[in-house]
Structure formats: structure tokens, C-alpha cells
């Protein structure tokens, strides 16, 4: 919950198998380098296959969006 907000989150979670997803997660978190490499099998990608995001308020009503 933030600011009186909060998110749903739903649909199918597909793992990405791709070296090049791997190498960009790890660019966008530079952090997680530490822990992990694109070739050791310490990190998984997931993404959302037929998703959706519903945020919910107490002062407006819910927006949709598909991922």
C-alpha cells in the first residue's frame, strides 16, 4: 500500500530461459552482481504472460492495465 493505493497483480508467469534476459536484469539491478552472474544458475527471469495490474484506491475506482 502507498498513499492510500495498493496493486493486483495476475496472470500466467513464464520463466525466460534467455541469456540476454539475464544479462539485462543484471544491468538494471546493479546490485544483485554480487550474488549473481548470467551463467552460474544463481538467478532466474520471470515475466508475465497474459497479465494484468489492477490498482485499487479508497477515493477512485480501479484502473486496468494490461501487461
Known amino acids: 500500500m502507498n498513499e492510500?493505493?495498493?496493486i493486483r497483480?495476475?496472470?500466467t508467469v513464464k520463466e525466460d530461459l534467455?541469456?540476454?534476459a539475464r544479462v539485462a536484469m543484471l544491468e538494471d539491478n546493479p546490485s544483485l552482481k554480487?550474488?549473481?552472474s548470467p551463467d552460474n544458475g544463481t538467478?532466474?527471469?520471470?515475466?508475465f504472460e497474459n497479465g494484468t495490474a489492477t490498482i485499487f484506491s479508497?477515493?477512485?475506482?480501479?484502473?486496468?492495465i494490461t501487461l
Open 34 to 36: 554480487k550474488l549473481a
Open 18 to 20: 534467455r541469456r540476454e
Open 9 to 11: 497483480i495476475e496472470g
Open 43 to 47: 538467478m532466474t527471469v520471470f515475466y
Open 4 to 6: 492510500g493505493r495498493w
Open 58 to 64: 479508497f477515493t477512485e475506482g480501479p484502473k486496468v
